[in-house]
């Protein structure tokens, strides 16, 4: 039986991806693991895997497409021993780009997929590299068309994981869901367009009966673009001549960019906390432990710390001396973290990743600095795994190396907080009633007022800087 390819989605968020290159081509033998072809999203290019075998009968959506909807139907690929043509010719129903069928397709020639199909071959794994999959068969007999509803009781409903995850999150029946996907298969755009129109609600769980649900649609609001518009685009333009400037079109990560921090804005109560530290000991460390890294054969050292591998242990340590603001915001709960999950800003060209150390708390200082070597190449070449860059409950930005002294920063959803590392610099302060000349780093904690109260936030500052006046305590 035929198999259909489906557009992965390759994170929890992803909506879109551009198919930048197929690396098979119509006829080309496949068997599992190989690389079918390269997906860019808003953050990277990824290689995407086969997980079935046969011959690559039919591409649908030719590379160099941009913005095809997750689901969407892009390849058939006959099963082994499957005649070829026929696979390409009527295994599947060809799909445009922008997920509806191309003009002339029968409505009722979509076959309904099998109902005991594993859970691999109907959708992606989020966050993984393989391609999504479907089984093609024939339609039972008295099966509703591929875009009926389906029913919650007696037998399965196809959802992918994303629109479960999301049912699941808004309280979303899916049996009263009508899927848009391929042969009715309910995907996250469903969901989200059931939970609007507020005709779907599954019962409320007893426990969840007091839950505050009702308070959270303000906010929601407000992320999806409920705040007023600003100028547009028509409006910017008339204040300038047309010789002044160049029309610079947004790229997939600067559109996420702004549409997320926009939303942090919007939604997370920001508040911010200042604190300077003394880098004196932490400089004399630092020096003592490069100069006994151990070198190999060509005499290149194991490693090299820099004063920000020094500040990501130290805000790993600080979480986890202060659990309580070791946490992040989920609408009508908090989630506290058993490890410390740091994020770095890396800038690139056009924006920037925010890949994630995890268990920071418990990396030694020489991981630490390799592993951000590694993200920060690989971010360059956007060559980062989502799961790379996703999650995290806070993150660190430094701009010390610009000379930067002071600076705020937005945080980055969901994660809670957000720390700003301005330049060390030698400054006079009063040590022992007497002037003193020490080097000094500021540094600015933005935390989400609805996880940290002033309180938490200050405890962990604190905790923060006593571990980088006194570094020796990341060492044990």
Known sequence: MPINVLMPALSPTMEKGNLAKWLKKEGDAVKSGDVLAEIETDKATMEVEAID????????????????????????????????????????PKAASNGAAKPGAKPDAKPEPKADASAANQNTTPGGGHMGYERVNAAPEGAQPGGAPQASTGGRVFASPLARRIAKQEGVDLGAVQGSGPHGRIIARDVQAAK????????????????????????????????????????????????????????????????????????????????????????????????????????????????????????????????????????DRILRFKHAEVGVAVAIDGGLFTPVIRRADEKTLSTISNEMKDFAARARAKKLKPEEYQGGVTSVSNLGMFGIKHFTAVINPPQSSILAVGAGEKRVVVKDGAPAVVQVMTCTLSCDHRVLDGALGAELVSAFKGLIENPMGMLV
């Open 53 to 92: 075998e046969g011959v690559l009968a039919k591409i649908l959506v030719p590379e160099g497409t941009a913005d095809v909807p997750v689901n969407d139907l892009i390849a058939i690929i006959a099963a082994e021993g499957e005649d070829v043509s026929e696979a390409a010719a009527g295994g599947a």
């Open 196 to 331: 609007a129109s507020g005709a779907t609600q599954a019962p409320a769980a007893p426990q969840a009966a007091e839950a505050p649900k009702a308070a959270t649609p303000a906010p929601k609001a407000a992320a999806a673009g409920g705040a007023p518009a600003g100028l547009t685009t028509d409006q910017v333009k008339g204040f300038y001549a047309k010789d002044a400037y160049e029309e610079v079109p947004l790229d997939g990560m600067r559109k996420t960019i702004a549409k997320r921090l926009t939303e942090a804005m919007q939604v997370a109560p920001h508040f911010y906390l200042t604190v300077d530290c003394e880098l004196d000991a932490l400089m004399k460390l630092r020096e003592t432990l490069n100069g006994s890294a151990a070198k190999d054969k060509d005499g290149k050292p194991a490693f090299k710390l820099s004063v920000n591998d020094f500040v990501i242990k130290a805000m790993g340590l600080a979480l986890t001396r202060v659990p309580a603001a070791n946490a992040v915001w989920a609408e």
